[in-house]
């Protein structure tokens, strides 16, 4: 893996780096455009915070984002893993991938015109959110005092909302044996 660090994304897609398609690719049925994903990623957003915190609520017998200085450690750690949650997905490529940001629009996203199969593209998808949300949040309902990673989990793995979206489109629209690549700000499949 190569990673090239592009700087704010301009908005266009034909500035991101692609290869030609590949004979009878198929594109991902997918939002649109940025601002049909930012509405599509913001809906999973909520849903996955209320459902994690109702549970941790549960859990913990208080509400987890509470003002306590775990709590505050939480808000803040998953505001510092925007760039390594970006840079775990970018050792999941072989080949150059590219990291772009565009903090106005809410944006930090790496792309790479390899193509990939479905298992790769799935787990280059969920590695961040297993990592800084799956396992702080199990971990902090396993030890409630642990708050710091009840917060942090939660705030993480909703964070990860595109990258679920992904997954999702992976898993019920590529046949087995597919594989995948990025065309501009879309996700296609084709059979090899």
Request: proline share 6%; aromatic share 14%; hydrophobic share 45%.
């Amino acid at each position: 893996m190569r990673l090239h660090y592009k700087g704010k994304y301009d908005l266009n897609p034909e500035s991101l780096p692609h290869k030609e398609h590949m004979p009878g690719a198929v594109k991902f049925k997918e939002a649109e455009d940025t601002k049909q994903l930012s509405v599509t990623a913001t809906i999973i957003s909520v849903v996955i915070l209320i459902v994690m915190t109702i549970i941790a609520s549960v859990r913990l017998g208080k509400f987890p984002i509470n003002g306590s200085v775990q709590s505050l450690l939480g808000c803040s750690f998953s505001l510092l893993i925007l760039f390594p949650h970006e840079i775990l997905h970018a050792i999941c490529f072989k080949e150059d991938v590219y990291l772009y940001t565009n903090l106005k629009e809410g944006m930090l996203f790496v792309v790479g015109p390899e193509t990939m199969s479905r298992k790769r593209f799935i787990f280059m998808s969920m590695l961040p959110n297993i990592v800084f949300g799956i396992i702080p949040y199990i971990i902090g309902m396993i030890y409630p005092d642990f708050l710091f990673g009840t917060v942090l989990g939660i705030l993480a793995a909703s964070m990860g909302a595109g990258d679920y979206y992904n997954v999702y489109n992976a898993l019920t629209q590529m046949p087995k044996g597919a594989r995948t690549y990025l065309y501009q700000f879309n996700s296609y499949w084709y059979m090899p």
